[in-house]
């Protein structure tokens, strides 16, 4: 169904509960509502946006240590979709064979799950479109897998900043057969495309 902006505030303010964590991948919970997965490196700030989109403060657990979410977790919205929180790669203290391990579990995820119908693959705007960023988005296009760039943190730069780091993404997105054209540059900390967000994902329903 098509979704309107009224659609899209009262699926995101409404119920939003987590039903299922695993950081196994013979663990999944059954498929069954399409699945958003909030991808992105450590840090990138999946766990915020996912809680920010849900006006809420506790939905998604939020740490300020980097690679502390090991496990995917997955919440309901409304009976309409499943939210997923995946955890974050390319973390530099990690011990290679821990984030390995880890990786493996994201990519089996996203290279196999029948209900996935969207990745937001969340880019630190400060940062831009990483090395462990492109490994991503090419195991993506192989797997055809659709999904849109998400600039984070857009309210640590300066407006000019933010258009560049616009630009930027969207000439990397264009590049990836799987990618959208579409690319949500997004603040947690003060909502800035989070209502663009919420449309476009409602919109998967």
Not at 20 to 29: H, K, L, V
Not at 127 to 153: C, F, I, N, Q, W
Not at 160 to 184: K, M, P, S
């Amino acid at each position: 169904m098509g979704a309107d902006a009224e659609f899209a505030r009262k699926l995101f303010a409404g119920p939003c509960d987590f039903f299922w964590g695993t950081g196994d991948i013979n663990s999944m919970p059954p498929e069954g509502l399409p699945e958003i997965a909030f991808v992105g490196r450590s840090n990138a700030g999946k766990s915020s946006l996912i809680n920010a989109l849900t006006g809420r403060k506790t939905v998604a657990r939020v740490s300020h240590t980097p690679g502390r979410t090991r496990e995917i977790n997955f919440f309901n919205l409304g009976g309409k979709l499943n939210l997923v929180d995946l955890p974050g790669y390319g973390y530099a203290k990690a011990s290679k064979e821990l984030a390995m391990e880890w990786q493996n579990t994201i990519f089996a995820y996203l290279a196999g799950r029948a209900s996935l119908r969207r990745v937001a693959l969340l880019i630190d705007s400060r940062r831009g479109v990483m090395d462990t960023d492109l490994a991503v988005m090419e195991l993506l296009d192989r797997t055809a897998v659709s999904y849109g760039l998400v600039l984070t943190k857009t309210d640590e730069l300066k407006p000019a900043q933010v258009e560049e780091a616009l630009a930027a993404a969207a000439t990397e997105a264009r590049r990836h057969t799987a990618a959208l054209e579409e690319i949500h540059a997004t603040s947690s900390r003060d909502g800035a495309g989070l209502t663009e967000l919420r449309l476009s994902l409602a919109g998967l329903t």
